[in-house]
T-cell receptor
């Protein structure tokens, strides 16, 4: 069965520092991969997605993610975080017509 | 922003009472989903619909039923609410399937006493 793991429950970075959020998945073939962000009290919003092609994907708000098949990873990065990036981030994986499975989330805290 | 509304936004109810949550969309998307979000569990799929009167179970469907009589509305019913169903419920829509972008509603916070 497919699964997705976000190893870090909480991450704290200083404003202006770089960010990497980890996501590992378990699936047989090439999966569909997503990163969503949830601000406090809000629903989820798509940051970026990967289906095929270039393994480095650009998203909204200056985020990018890289698909690494050999490591079964789809880590999210941002070169310089802003206080407004404080939120919870969810990685999700799916394949074909199967359902999308969400990770348990990583909560990002920003130090001023 | 995708036109998705959920009602009610907050509800407090007692154990054993029936509860219905409504999701309404104005995007004419084929797929609609109900998720629950709990600390330490992320989002878990309850039920989804792939068309009018076409629904299927997700990973945590026990104790929940759904109905979709119109493209724009997807109802989630807790037949007899239990305290374990205290959660935040999110509706989502997608245009043509699970691999497409899902657009989420604002959520319904349900407390079962």
């Amino acid at each position: 069965a497919q699964s997705v793991t976000q190893p870090d429950i909480h991450i704290t970075v200083s404003e202006g520092a770089s960010l990497e959020l980890r996501c590992n998945y378990s699936y047989g073939a090439t999966p569909y991969l997503f990163w969503y962000v949830q601000s406090p009290g809000q629903g989820l919003q798509l940051l970026l997605k990967y289906f095929s092609g270039d393994t480095l994907v650009q998203g909204i708000k200056g985020f990018e993610a890289e698909f690494k098949r050999s490591q079964s990873s789809f880590n999210l990065r941002k070169p310089s975080v802003h206080w407004s990036d404080a939120a919870e981030y969810f990685c999700a994986v799916g394949e074909g017509d199967d359902k999308i499975i969400f990770g348990k989330g990583t909560r990002l805290h920003i130090l001023p | 922003d995708a036109g998705i509304t959920q009602s009610p936004r907050h509800k407090v109810t007692e154990t054993g009472t029936p509860v219905t949550l409504r999701c309404h969309q104005t995007e004419n998307h084929r797929y609609m989903y109900w998720y629950r979000q709990d600390p330490g569990h992320g989002l878990r799929l309850i039920h989804y619909s792939y068309g009018v009167k076409d629904t299927d179970k997700g990973e945590v469907s026990d104790g929940y039923s759904v109905s979709r009589s119109k493209t724009e509305d997807f109802l989630l019913t807790l037949e007899s609410a239990t305290s374990s169903q205290t959660s935040v419920y999110f509706c989502a829509i997608s245009e043509s399937g699970h691999h497409e972008t899902q657009y989420f509603g604002p959520g319904t916070r349900l407390l079962v006493l």
